[in-house]
């Protein structure tokens, strides 16, 4: 088996009691999308802590222009894919546009994606979802909680923009946070939310933040792996740094992020939001 020729030391599998640590530690989690067995055995080698199975597949998988037609099944048939290429890292799912209108739809559908190998789902929300939230809670499901941009809401927010920027949003925003970890969120991530924001959210949050275009004060980070290997073609969005530039193959550029994150080095100033 290829693969399996890493000269690192074996690693424990990462739980979310280790995620905790690694935040009242201070070590940043270091985080990426995959989407099927190939890469994800390459991220898990590199020592990336925790992947998604994004439905960002929706647009880079799919080709679509948003990640709303993303069903169930496509999320169950990659949870799959990717969780026969991992070893230690810790495999969340999202849950698609409308699979957690309810709080009994949302526990049938977390339930496929635990099965399917998932150790824990993340949905896209606000206070309004923490009824959903704390019935996922009492299955011992674990949940992470999207805050900020989220992609889900595109139609109605009118296109991918920056969250929490004015007063009232920031405060709104803070308060999401606290009622969703009140809910039973295990885990916090935030997209596109200035930095500052971000930094009073996870200070305040006694569950790990990961964030993306949430600059450096939270406590990991995670990119779409595909816009950190450089490949969609045209405008990124600021937060993407392209880690193949530097790199001789992709298990270095993947490697090379997990360093970056680790050691703070990324996101600079220019991949954030003030
Ligand atoms: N390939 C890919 N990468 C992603 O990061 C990603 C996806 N797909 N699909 C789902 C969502 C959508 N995301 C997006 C998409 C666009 C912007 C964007 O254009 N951002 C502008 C900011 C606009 C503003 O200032 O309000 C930017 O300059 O970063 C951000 C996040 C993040 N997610
Ligand atoms: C961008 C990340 C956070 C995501 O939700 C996805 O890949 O779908
Ligand atoms: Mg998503």
Known sequence: ????????????????????????????????????????????????????????????????????????????????????????????????????????????????????????????GAAGQAEVISAMAGQDIPVCAHLGLRPQSVHKAGGFRVQGREDTAAAAMQADARALVEAGADLLLLECVPRDLAERITREAPVPVIGIGAGPGVDGQILVLYDMLGIPPGPKPRFVRDFMADADDVPAAIAAYVQAVKSGDYPAPEHGFE
């Open 1 to 124: 088996m290829y693969g399996n020729h890493s000269t690192q030391p074996a690693r424990k599998p990462v739980t979310l009691r280790r995620l905790a640590k690694m935040k009242a530690e201070g070590e940043k989690i270091a985080c990426l999308t995959a989407y099927d067995a190939s890469f994800a055995q390459v991220v898990d080698a590199a020592g990336t802590d925790l992947v998604l199975v994004g439905d960002s597949l929706g647009m880079v998988i799919q080709g679509h222009a948003t990640t709303v037609p993303v069903t169930m099944d496509d999320m169950v048939y990659h949870t799959r894919c990717v969780a026969q290429g991992l070893s230690t890292t810790f495999l969340v799912a999202d849950m698609p546009f409308l699979s957690y209108s309810d709080p009994v739809r949302a526990v049938d559908n977390a339930g496929r994606l635990m099965q399917a190998g998932a150790a824990m789902v993340k949905l896209e």
